[in-house]
């Protein structure tokens, strides 16, 4: 079984934020909230978000505000550096079990824990910040996505083809990943790509689609994608295309050849 998000050490994060320590918690001013089988599990205006270095954000809810009579105790524990020894609660709500959901540390080293519960978010059915729904994590007061235009010349080479060429490319700067440049339509070689059926959400842009790129008879699946509709926050890149660097043949910018980025898609 994959490794929950909020588990998992992302390298690309490293010194990118400005904590004091190696984590440390901060009020949002925001209400939270999260459903499970259509029923709201927690709701609170007092969510802390907790920030540790190298991992996503992971929202904190108060006890008090914690819907406790739908939260079984299991008999798995973790140890966590900083932070002590994790009681792990399944999420019961009739019929519906998600199994080691919630946790809480009932003696936590960082006494600003005590008396929180926190939620693995792909076990829940639906997350809320005020009345917006939220997708995959949290958003991160540090995290930020900045979208330029750009007169650069873009050149995408993928199974020895010039796929897309561009003067006039959108560069998204996000923190701690490589920029992306989203190309418009009319500079992509639209007859190579095919749509997929992947999505996926990103909480900083939206819902993406994908496309597959089909050369000389060899496809290149899912390596372009696109947000039709991004969220508010992002409007610049709508309906442009961006090519994963880290699996095309080459990206040029201005003729110069960009070596290929290391990130979690390589």
């Known amino acids: 079984m994959a490794k929950a998000l909020e588990d998992q050490v992302l390298t690309q994060m490293e010194d990118r934020r400005p ?17 499970f089988a259509g029923r709201t599990v927690a709701d609170s205006r007092s969510v802390m978000l907790l920030i540790e270095k190298q991992r996503l954000a992971v929202y904190y809810f108060p006890i008090k505000d914690v819907q406790q009579d739908l939260l079984v105790p299991t008999s798995y524990k973790s140890a966590h550096a900083g932070k002590g020894e994790a009681s792990f ?3 019961k709500v009739g019929d519906r079990m998600a199994e080691k959901a ?10 600003e824990l005590n008396d929180y519960v926190a939620f693995y978010w792909d076990k829940m059915d639906a997350w ?17 996505v900045d979208v330029l235009n750009s007169s650069r010349q873009v050149k995408i080479v993928v199974g020895g083809e010039v796929v897309a060429e561009t003067h006039r490319p959108r560069l998204l700067f996000e923190t701690g990943l490589p920029v992306r440049y989203y190309i418009p339509k009319l500079d992509v070689r639209l ?4 749509a997929t059926n992947t999505s996926t959400r990103c909480p900083y842009k939206g819902k993406a689609e994908y496309w597959s790129v089909n050369v000389n008879g060899k496809e290149f699946k899912d390596i372009v994608w696109g947000y039709p509709a991004p969220i508010p926050e992002c409007p610049k890149i709508e309906n442009l295309l961006c090519f994963y660097d880290e699996k095309v043949d080459a990206v040029y910018v201005d003729g110069e050849l960009q070596p290929r980025p290391v990130s979690p898609w390589s």
Do not use: C, K, M
């Open 19 to 35: 904590i004091a320590s190696d984590l440390q918690l901060e009020p949002t001013g925001r209400r939270v909230r999260t459903l």
């Open 89 to 91: 609660f399944s999420v």
């Open 102 to 111: 919630a946790w809480r540390y009932l003696n936590p080293e960082r006494p």
């Open 128 to 144: 809320f910040e005020e009345d917006d729904e939220v997708f995959v994590h949290p958003r991160d007061p540090y995290h930020r």
């Open 191 to 194: 007859d190579l790509l095919t």
